[in-house]
Every structure is written in structure tokens, then in C-alpha cells.
């Protein structure tokens, strides 16, 4: 879905979210939280995937209707270096938060992306054209290659054999196991890795500690005496880009 | 020319609108969004000796016109508070009270101490808190308890306003108001979160993974409404109230039920200019209705 | 096949959804719009030895999701009940549960001695309804008054099952249902209203006449549902639970939570369908995830 | 606003009333009373004012919105007698409970019609029609009189002297004072006189008893008690039509 928005002085950067309003009242109450797709001259697009309640009175929105949005809100992804290759690495709707990071480095981008099925992939055209390279997979074959995305990452780096020389610099956004997989393989290969969490979010600011997730210890600065519990980071603020060294899974 | 400060204690607030603690972290979060010179006081998030990590996720879940919280009272403790957080607060001008919990009268005692050392402008004794088993509850719903609590607390603070901060679980709220005013409580706030639940039917998990959160939002406005009614009627203190705030007309009602002042939490995460459109709204109000004071308002409810 | 009904003592449901009483009549108000020999059981508006006119309106207020009421339990009465209402009832292949309210322990006995000899299937004793401040409230968040209560009707029933209506406005309802259960009492059922208000601004006059109403609907489910589990968990009798249960799978979430049957109210005013709906829902899921019995189902909360 | 029903098996009678679901979600939650305004070949006619958040949403809806109705419900006005010269009188959107009485006896109710200005005046051409006379009146005199529908009864019978003389019927719906007067005027002078009543509803069909009204003693079969209390009827299903001699003002 595309928003216009009167006073969008500040653009978001790729990774960056926003907050939404979804429906008129009180129920649901809570903005939901979507990250940029694609900036437009007058605005920007989200890309959802029909989840619950909110997005699906989203989908019954007439166009027109105004909606509260607040953001840009949270971390963008670093951007690659000049000696960095980009590969980017897209599981579902995670395609909304990496898409204009593809887009903004045309031609530098390996992009894996997978889904469902084929016509869970979205923006293919676009991506082809954006990309270096782009492999497409899907659980049920029906388009791309069969099989998920890391399948595509394990054939990616077998087909090119000196890719895992080149300076590579992982960024991945989609459902949390694969981003597991592909932390663990980023780490294990000693691949830069910047991956875009999920949380359930109050505010989206940073103040009310809704969105945590775990982290590290070393990587906390925080001194405490319940030293045998997690410390956590906020997904909102701190995130929701993160270093995949930093996640405690 | 109608007047919108108001008196809590010895603590006098510019505006009748304050932030609720755990709403609005330590100030800053929400300084690039709105002007925090225009609240009456800024109410920080619980406060405790010791930095606290907080419960694992999820944390939070939505339900019908609210929100089931239990962040575990994760706060940086103490000491980073008077460090880092406390002196960017008093950059602005608007007062600071700071919710304090602790797992013993001690604790309470040190926070309490340090804090009015430190001049913040007021303490919130929250007693109130569902999200641990030890501590808060505790106090909050055992008569002698809070009475020895708040007493010892009125005793350590020199120069800070004392609020104590009353749990709503309790089958008569009027009776633990008494017993805080009775204590030396400068001040009641309420109510705190209700107890409540969700659950994942396909999982058969809670929505949160504490099991129990605490209830807030529009959904519990009628509840905090009779709530701060029924202590207006039993102790001359004044009443902060909330429970639900949206906007100034739900702010009216509670000054009309007996609040001298309310604070908005939950309605920060939808719009965080609201306390600022609370405070403009009541102020047209009260022109309209040809008010100069806002204590005219105060318990004004015509219940004959 | 999976099997839906559910055992309350000695009381046969052929379906574990019934309605709540005062939110569906006498039963024959709804009858033309649903086919009352689809619930397990019909609960019927509070019932007084005397009849009772009521309070004057406004009798309601809608709030964020939920309202308010304080119909002040206006009723027909033992006589009129017995004559004309309970033979209408009978002619349905279904349970009939009848609520009672008296202002004292003789009224509550005269009560059930009578109903149990016209046979009906089981008494609701009200103990919380938050509309009249002497008699129920009163025993309802009196732990001796309640077991008091409770035994002296246990005692005067020949066949029909006891079930005690818990009070919400307690800090620990685990606690009153606990007291129920010693005294002799074959089930429980929560919640009632949570005493609420609502203030119009512009007359300064609270929305109810009686200024103080009960609070119904989604609001308190999340409270409800906290309050079913805590029960559960201190309870071996079958608990009925209720509190903004508005489809299938609200009602599903009270059973994993514990409850043995749920009871509808404020629905049916949004749908009067709302009970079949909700019985079918419940088969679907039971289906959906091969279960033969309701029982495999109650409690089954995975709360580690 | 008009609504069209796939089962409209039973269409409503003049009086009678819908209650209908305002929004999705559960704020607001409460289902909306309207009265009849006017049947239709598919389905019937609702004419409402936008009071607070139900019926601005109801305003809101595109169309093509399915709303849900429950209804017809209440009684409806008796019809007048051979015998009878029917007198309507209807204040503001009142009017919606006793337009399609008058079009239901074309030519013969007298038919007074008042509000608050001109534009608040709907359907006066088919009134016009409809009625054997009809008086306008607003509170500004934008249109028709300057005064009140009681201003305009009094006129009515000044202006025709034999009026009271005929067997007249009174019908009347609009604000609560209006009412009053109404009631009293055909109560003093002996006219047979039906009143509809608003009251807040919850289930629109006798079960909730929130929409009690006070009527008056000799008319209540209750035996009680507490005699110093007053008795009560419900709107929804003792009304909302009730004769004006029932009701303790
Ligand atoms: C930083 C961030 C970026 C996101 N970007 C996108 C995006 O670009 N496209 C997209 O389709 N989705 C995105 N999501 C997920 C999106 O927020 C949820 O799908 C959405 O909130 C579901 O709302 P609902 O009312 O339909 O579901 P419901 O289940 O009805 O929502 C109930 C509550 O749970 C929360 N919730 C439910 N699922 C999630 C989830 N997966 N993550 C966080 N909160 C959830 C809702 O916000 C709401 O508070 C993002 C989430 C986060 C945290
Ligand atoms: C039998 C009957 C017939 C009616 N016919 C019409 C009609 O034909 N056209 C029309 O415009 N209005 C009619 N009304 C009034 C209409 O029901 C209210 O205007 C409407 O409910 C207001 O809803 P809201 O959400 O806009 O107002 P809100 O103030 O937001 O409503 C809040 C709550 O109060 C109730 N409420 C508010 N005002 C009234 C009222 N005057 N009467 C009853 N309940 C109220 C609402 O139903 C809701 O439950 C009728 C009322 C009754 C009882
Ligand atoms: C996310 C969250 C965190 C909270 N943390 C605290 C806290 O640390 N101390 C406290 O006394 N109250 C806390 N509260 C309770 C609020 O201060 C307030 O009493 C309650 O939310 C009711 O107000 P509301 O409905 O406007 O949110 C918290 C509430 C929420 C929603
Ligand atoms: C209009 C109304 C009348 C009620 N009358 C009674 C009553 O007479 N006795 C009683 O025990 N509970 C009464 N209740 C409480 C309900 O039985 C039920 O406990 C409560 O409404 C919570 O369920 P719900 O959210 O599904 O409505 C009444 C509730 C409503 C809304
Ligand atoms: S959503 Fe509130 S702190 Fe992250
Ligand atoms: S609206 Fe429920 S009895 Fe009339």
C-alpha cells in the first residue's frame, strides 16, 4: 500500500520502519509496525502480508483514507563499503525491509529471496533489474528453484567459487529461523551480518520496553546482580537492524 | 483568563496532565516528538536499586480497546538514573517524580532517600506493581504493610512530595487511600494495570510469557473512573488519576470524579502528543464552561 | 466424533456454552431468534422473592468496548417466575439454571428451597452483583458471610446443583472460590461486572442514574480470563466461566484457562446467535485438532 | 442511508424499528436503533442524525458496506379507524418514525413537521403529497413557520374549527418536551394519542431491560413491595409506540 504524506521532510533509509494506525476507535488500539518498502516522490510504500485484525482492515481501506503514521523509527542498515559486495538475503514479506537497499546499490547486490509461492514473491521484475544477481526459491517450487533461501545461498556460494573471498557483507530480513541460519552461517564463514528482527511493539520510540529481544552479555554495557538472566535490547531503537554477532539464540 | 496549574503536596505543577511511569520511559524517548516543557511533570519508569534485565519476550499483547504488559520492571537501576537520565530531565521545565519499587522496606528506603538527595521533585511509591510476585503486590493490597511503608518512606524525604501509587486489585480502594493519606502520603495515584490474561489458542501459551500482564487502556477507563470517584470521597489528599486516557474529554472526567491532576500512559504509544492536545482541550473546555480555576472542576460531579 | 458436553456436579450439559443471566431474559426473549434447545443451559435474570421495579434510566452507557449497567435487577419475582416464565422454559430440551438475589441469608434460603422444589436443574447464588449496595455485594466480599451463605443453601437443596457466582472486586478470587468450594458449593462461575462509571462532561452527571454500573463486554476478558486460571488453579469444582466472551475462540481461551463451560452475556446483544455460534466453533476446533472430549481441553494451558 | 436484505421477508410496520451494527470491531459495541423510515422493493430506508461516534462511522461507510440488522423490532403505531382523521405530528428526525404512516394513508393525516432550520426539514415534497395538510415550522424560520410544532397544532385546530370535532388520532415522534406537550394537549382534549420513545438499548429485544421507561401505576400488573417506587415498561418491546395516557411524566 503507497501513503502520501503531507510533511515528509525526512525520507527513511533502507531498514528504517514505520508506525501505523490501523482502523478508526480503540479496537485494535496499537500502531503496527511496517518497514519501508520503497520511498516515493510524495511519500512512501509498505509491502504487508495480511496478518491479523490490523492488516486486514488495512486491506479493506478505501483509497483515500488518511491513516496516523509515525517514523521513520529505528536503525537503518549500515551501508556496504565501496570494497564491500552486498548479499542480501529476503524470506517472505522480509522483502519490504531490504528492497530499497537493493535498489540503492543497483547492479552491486547479490539477492536471494524466497516465500511460500510464486505469488508470494513480489516485485521480481524490479528486483531483477536492481540486482547483480537474483535467485528466487520457493517451498513448493512454483516459481524460482525449490526449496528455501538458504538452499540458494548454499548453491550461490558453490557456483561462485571465489564469492566467499570477495568482501561480502550479509543483510537478511524474514521469518526468525531463517535468520538463525543465516546468522550462523554468516558468523561461520566470518561474513559481516546485519539482520532485521520482529517484535511486538507499543511504541516504537524506545520507552516502553515492549520489544525486547536477547542479546549477548559482553555485548551489554549494563552492570546487575541478576547475573544468571538475559539482557535484552530493544528492537524499536536499538534495532531493529542488528549485528547478528550481538543476538543471544 | 482560566488557570490550569495545579498543587500535588508541596509540589506545584504548571499543567494538570503528567506522563504514567512505564509510558513514557525516562523523558527523552519521547523529547524529539513533543515539547516537554508542556507537561506538569514527567513520571519515569520504575525505579529499583539495582539495574533490572526485565522479562522475556513477548512482553506485551493487545487486547480488545488495550494492552497486557509485563516488562518486569526492566529499568537501568539507580545509579545510571542519577547519572545519565535524571540530569537530561532537568534540562526542561517541568517537574520530575520518579517511580520507585523495591523488594523490602529497606530498599524502598535507600531509593527513596538518594532520590529526594538527588531533589527530584516528587516520589511514586508504586506498590502496585502486578508484574512481580515478591515486592509491589505485596504491599499494595496488605493494610499494615503500605501503612508501615509509606510512613517509614514520609520519614526519610526532605524535601520531595510523596505519592503512593495504589493497586486497583483491592475490594475497597477508598479504604487503602485512607490508609496511605492516615501514613503521611502526600498524595494518591491511581490505578495501576489490572491483572489480566491471554491466551494462544493454537499454542495453548499465554500471549505473554510472565502469564499474567497488567490490564491498561481505554478498555479499563470505567474501572480507574469509579476508582478515583470512590477516593475522592474517602481522603482530602489529591488524586492523580488515569486508567485509559485518551484524549481531554476522558481527562475531564476524572477531574470531574476528583482527580486534581491525571497522567496518560497507554495513549502515548498511539499519539505521543496527547498529554500536550489533553492540556490545550481542557483548557478550551474550561473557557467555554467560563472557568478561572481548575479546582472548580475538581469532584464537581453533580452525583444528587 | 468429539463429544461436547460437560458435567456440573450432578447437572448434564449437552453443550458447554450457556447464556449469563440478566443478558438473556427469561429465555423466551430470545427464543424467536435462536433455538434454545442448542444451549447447555439457560441462565435466567436474577430472581427476588418479591418482584423488583428496577432503577431509573439511563440503565446503560456504552464504553471502549464494553458498558455499563445498573438495571438494579429489576425482576418478576419467585411468584410470577414459577407461574409464567419457568413452564415456558421446560417445554426446551435444555438445562435451566436460575439466578437468585436476596438482602439476606432467609430471603436466599426461602429462594432455593422453592426452586429446587419446582425442579429446576440448578441455582446461581448472586453474591456480586455491584447494582445494590446492601445484600449481594455484601456477602460476596465478606469471606464469612459468603461460606456462611453457601452452606445454609447447600444445605436446603434436595437436587439442584449450587453453583456461587464469584465477586471480581476482590484482591484474591481464588481465595472466595476456595471458601465456596468448602462450604459445599458444586461449582463456581465468574466473573460478574467489574463496578465501573462513566461521566457526561457538558451536565457533569454520571451516565448511569445509579452513577455506579457494572462493566460488561471485551473490555474484562483479559481480566476474566486471569481471574478463570487463578480459580483453577485453587479449585477442584467445575468452574463456569465468563467475562466479554464474544465467539469461539474467547470461549476456547477460557476453557484451556479452565473452565469447564462458558457462559455468553453482553454478545447476545450484538448477536443474538452468538451462543450457537460459538458451540459450533468450539466442535470445529475440537475436530480440527482430534480431540474426543471437552475435558482434554480444560486447563490444558501450557503455562511452563 | 438505504439498505438492501437478501432475506426481507417481513417488512417493518410504521413505528417500528432496526437495531444496526455501526463499524467493525468491538468500539463502538453496541448495535444503534433506527426507525423505519421507509420500506423499499429490496430492503428499507433508514433516515438518522450524526449524534456521536455509531452513526459518524455509519456516515463513513462506502457503499456496498454490509452492516449487521436486527430487526423489524418494537410495536408499531395501531392504524387509524375508518372513523378516524390521523394528526402526525414529528419533530426533527423524528420524522423517520411516521413517514411511511403518513404515506401509508395518502391524503388523509394532517401533518405538522418541525426543526430546528430549513435544511434539517428531509422528504417535504412527498409529505407535501402524502398528507391532506401540511405544516411546516422551524426554530429559525428558515422554512415554514417560525415557532414550534406546538405552534403549529394550535394553529391547526384555530384554523379549523371542526378539527376537534372530528375523531382525531394522534401520532407523534420527536424530542422528549415535544412529547410532553403533545401528550398533554391530547390528553386535555380527549384525543386518542400514540407516542414513540427513545431510550439507550442494549438488545433491542425485551431480554437486557436497559431501556426503561416510567409509566404509571394503575397501568402496571406488578404486585410489589416497594410502592413508593415508580414501574417501569421497556421501549423495545412495550414500545417504542405507547398511548400517552400510560406514561408518568
Ligand atoms: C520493525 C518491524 C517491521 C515490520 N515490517 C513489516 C512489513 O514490512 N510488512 C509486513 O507485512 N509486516 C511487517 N512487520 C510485522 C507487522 O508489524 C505485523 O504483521 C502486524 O503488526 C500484524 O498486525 P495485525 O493486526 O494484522 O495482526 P494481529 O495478530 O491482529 O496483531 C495483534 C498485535 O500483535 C502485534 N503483532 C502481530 N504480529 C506481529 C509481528 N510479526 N511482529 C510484530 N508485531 C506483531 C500487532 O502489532 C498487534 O499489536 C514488521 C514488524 C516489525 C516489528
Ligand atoms: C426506538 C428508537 C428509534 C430510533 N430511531 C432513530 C432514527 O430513525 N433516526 C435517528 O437518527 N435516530 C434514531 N434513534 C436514536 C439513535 O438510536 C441514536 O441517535 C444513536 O444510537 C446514536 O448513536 P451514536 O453512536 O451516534 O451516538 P453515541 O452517543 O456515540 O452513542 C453511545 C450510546 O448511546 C446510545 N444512544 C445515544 N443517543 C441515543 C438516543 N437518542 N436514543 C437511544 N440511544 C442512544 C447509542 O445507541 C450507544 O449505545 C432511535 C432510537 C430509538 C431508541
Ligand atoms: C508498558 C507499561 C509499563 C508500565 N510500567 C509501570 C511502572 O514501571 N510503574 C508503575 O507504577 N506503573 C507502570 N505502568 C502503569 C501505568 O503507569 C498506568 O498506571 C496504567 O498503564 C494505566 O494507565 P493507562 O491506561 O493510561 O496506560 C506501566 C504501564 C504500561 C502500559
Ligand atoms: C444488562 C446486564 C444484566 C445483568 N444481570 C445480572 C444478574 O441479574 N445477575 C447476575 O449474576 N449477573 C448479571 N449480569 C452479569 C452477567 O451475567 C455476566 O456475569 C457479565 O456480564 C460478564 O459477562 P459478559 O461480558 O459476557 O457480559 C448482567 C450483565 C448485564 C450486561
Ligand atoms: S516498542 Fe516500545 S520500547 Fe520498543
Ligand atoms: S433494549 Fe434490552 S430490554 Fe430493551
Request: aromatic share 6%.
Amino acid at each position: 500500500m503507497e501513503l502520501t504524506s503531507p510533511e515528509n521532510e525526512n525520507q527513511a533509509l533502507p531498514g528504517q520502519f514505520y508506525m501505523l494506525g490501523a482502523g478508526q476507535g480503540y479496537d485494535p488500539l496499537l500502531k503496527r509496525a511496517f518497514s519501508l518498502f520503497r520511498n516515493t516522490p510524495d511519500g512512501f510504500q509498505i509491502l504487508y502480508r495480511i496478518q491479523g485484525r490490523g492488516t486486514s482492515l488495512m486491506r479493506d481501506m478505501k483509497a483515500g483514507t488518511s491513516v496516523e503514521v509515525l517514523g521513520p523509527l529505528g536503525r537503518p542498515y549500515p551501508e556496504p563499503s565501496k570494497k564491500q559486495t552486498p548479499l542480501v538475503i529476503a524470506g517472505g514479506v522480509g522483502l519490504a525491509s531490504v528492497f530499497s537497499l537493493v535498489e540503492k546499490f543497483p547492479k552491486q547486490a547479490y539477492m536471494l529471496y524466497g516465500a511460500r509461492s510464486g505469488e508470494d514473491l513480489f516485485s521480481v521484475t524490479e528486483l531483477r533489474d536492481a540486482a547483480r544477481d537474483l535467485l528466487l526459491s520457493t517451498d513448493d517450487g512454483s516459481l524460482g528453484k525449490k526449496g528455501t533461501v538458504m538452499d540458494s545461498l548454499h548453491e550461490l556460494v558453490s557456483t561462485h567459487a571465489t564469492l566467499l573471498n570477495e568482501r561480502l557483507i550479509m543483510y537478511a530480513c524474514g521469518p526468525e529461523q531463517m535468520l538463525r541460519e543465516v546468522s550462523q552461517f554468516g558468523m561461520a564463514h566470518n561474513i559481516q551480518t546485519y539482520i532485521s528482527f520482529e517484535a511486538h511493539m507499543a511504541c516504537g520510540v524506545g520507552a516502553c520496553l515492549s520489544c525486547a529481544v536477547a542479546v549477548k552479555k559482553k555485548k551489554s554495557k549494563q552492570k546487575s546482580q541478576q547475573d544468571n538472566q538475559p539482557v535484552y535490547k530493544k528492537v524499536c531503537t536499538d534495532g531493529p537492524v542488528f549485528d547478528a554477532r550481538e543476538i543471544a539464540w | 483568563m482560566s488557570r490550569l496549574d495545579v498543587q500535588i503536596g508541596s509540589m506545584h505543577l504548571k499543567a494538570p496532565v503528567v506522563s504514567a511511569s512505564g509510558c513514557f520511559g525516562y523523558g527523552e524517548e519521547y523529547s524529539e516528538f513533543i515539547d516537554l516543557n508542556r507537561l506538569g511533570a514527567v513520571v519515569v519508569k520504575g525505579i529499583s536499586l539495582k539495574p533490572m534485565h526485565g522479562n522475556p519476550p513477548p512482553r506485551i499483547c493487545e487486547t480488545p480497546c488495550g494492552m497486557l504488559n509485563s516488562i518486569g520492571l526492566q529499568n537501568v537501576g539507580l545509579k545510571v538514573f542519577l547519572k545519565e537520565k535524571l540530569p537530561f530531565l532537568r534540562t526542561f521545565d517541568t517537574k520530575v517524580i520518579v517511580n520507585i519499587l523495591g523488594n523490602s522496606l529497606k530498599d524502598y528506603e535507600k531509593l527513596a532517600r538518594s532520590l529526594d538527595d538527588a531533589g527530584v521533585d516528587a516520589i511514586e511509591l508504586n506498590v502496585s506493581c502486578p508484574n512481580v510476585r515478591k515486592g509491589g503486590i505485596w504491599f499494595g493490597t496488605d493494610r499494615k504493610m503500605l501503612g508501615k511503608l509509606v510512613s517509614a518512606i514520609k520519614a526519610s524525604l526532605q524535601h520531595s512530595v510523596l505519592i503512593t501509587k495504589l493497586s486497583p486489585t483491592v475490594s475497597d480502594i477508598g479504604e487503602f487511600a485512607q490508609i496511605a493519606e492516615d501514613a503521611g502520603s502526600d498524595a494518591v495515584s491511581l490505578i495501576n494495570t489490572i491483572p489480566g490474561m491471554a491466551i494462544d489458542i493454537n499454542t495453548r501459551k499465554p500471549k505473554i510469557r510472565n502469564i499474567i500482564g497488567g490490564l491498561s487502556g481505554p478498555a479499563i477507563k470505567p474501572i480507574a473512573l469509579r476508582m478515583v470517584h470512590e477516593t475522592y470521597k474517602s481522603v482530602t489528599i489529591p488524586i492523580i488519576g488515569m486508567g485509559g486516557i485518551m484524549n481531554a474529554s476522558d481527562a475531564l472526567e476524572f477531574i470531574i470524579a476528583g482527580a486534581t491532576a491525571v497522567a496518560v500512559g497507554t495513549a502515548n504509544f498511539i499519539n505521543p502528543l496527547t498529554t500536550a492536545e489533553i492540556i490545550d482541550g481542557i483548557s478550551n473546555f474550561m473557557k467555554q464552561e467560563n472557568l478561572t480555576a481548575l479546582n472548580d472542576l475538581t469532584g464537581s460531579l453533580h452525583d444528587g
